[in-house]
């Protein structure tokens, strides 16, 4: 007799594992072909009501879900192998879970990253969706937040603060009364925060030229800290270098917002890297053919304290804050 449970995954989940390694979501276990190559692992979750909100559209949510593992591969050099998914629903509604598995396949596509298996559960609490992802990397190759050394250009891709005034727009913060008028901004920021960009197109370049790297998903300034800690030195950044979109750039001039409110809001999801200067250029040219845009925001400094982060005099600017922290 077929359960439910059985009778879900068939519907909406079979139909997306066609790589062989899946088995068709019959077994107990897939099997991943290595090509001796490292494997890199990397899992995230995201709750409703934390990550984002229950009347998200369930497309956007699958591609949230997807894209925050896809953007920790992307830091760390690796190419999509795979992934496996984990669900967590009060309920089986084909309303929800039909667009969610429909954006779900759109990014196995998008991003040539398989289903491979996972587990549904029942949950009287919030949805949750968590995905363990898996990426191939020539052995030994992985970039890690350790590695900056001091004279490294600090470079990062994109801009930054969007999700944050995103959030806020949906929140119904000072961002969405300044916007009132421009629907097509707020709906380019909520799109940034809904539905995050991976740079998986930048993987080789990342592994070929950096020292360190990682993905900012918790804010700029806070995950600075954290790949400056690993690697035993410090920063100095130029606030005024910090890529940031039309429309962030038009709240900050205005006071709308502060730069704390940027680069400490997190879900921006591009990869910040040390690059030794002697590799910048190549790295820059290896960024404009894949595509993804790159800024020089600072330097690798030789210390231990926390990276500073400097306005257009040079003065120190004060953070109370540096970035999102679950507890």
Known sequence: MTSGEDSLIARYFRPLATDPGAFGLGDDAAVLRAHGDDIVVTTDAIVEGVHFFASDPPDTIARKALRVNLSDLAAKGATPAGFVLTLALPSAEDAWLAPFARGLGDDIGLFDCPLLGG???????????????????????????????????????????????????????????????????????????????????????????????????DGLAGDLAKLCAASGVSAAIDVQSIPL??????????????????IAGGDDYEVLCAIPEDSVEAFARAAGLAGVPIASIGTIIAATLPPRFLDRQGSEIAL????YSHF
Request: charged content about 20%; glycine content about 10%.
């Open 119 to 217: 587990d549904t559960v029942s949950t009287p609490g919030p949805r949750m969706i968590s995905i363990t992802a898996f990426g191939r990397i020539p052995a030994g190759k992985t970039v890690h937040r350790s590695g900056a050394k001091p004279g490294d250009r600090v470079m990062v891709t994109g801009t930054i603060g969007d999700a944050a005034l995103g959030l806020a727009i949906l929140k119904g913060g000072a961002a969405a009364t300044a916007l009132a008028n421009d629907a097509a901004a707020k709906e380019m920021l909520v799109g940034r925060y809904r539905v995050p960009q991976p740079c998986n197109a930048l993987a080789e370049a990342v592994r070929d030229y950096a020292h360190a790297a990682m993905d900012v998903s």
């Open 245 to 262: 979109s039309e429309a962030a750039a038009a709240l900050l001039a205005r006071g709308t917002v502060g730069i704390e409110t940027l």
């Open 320 to 323: 109370e804050r540096l970035s």
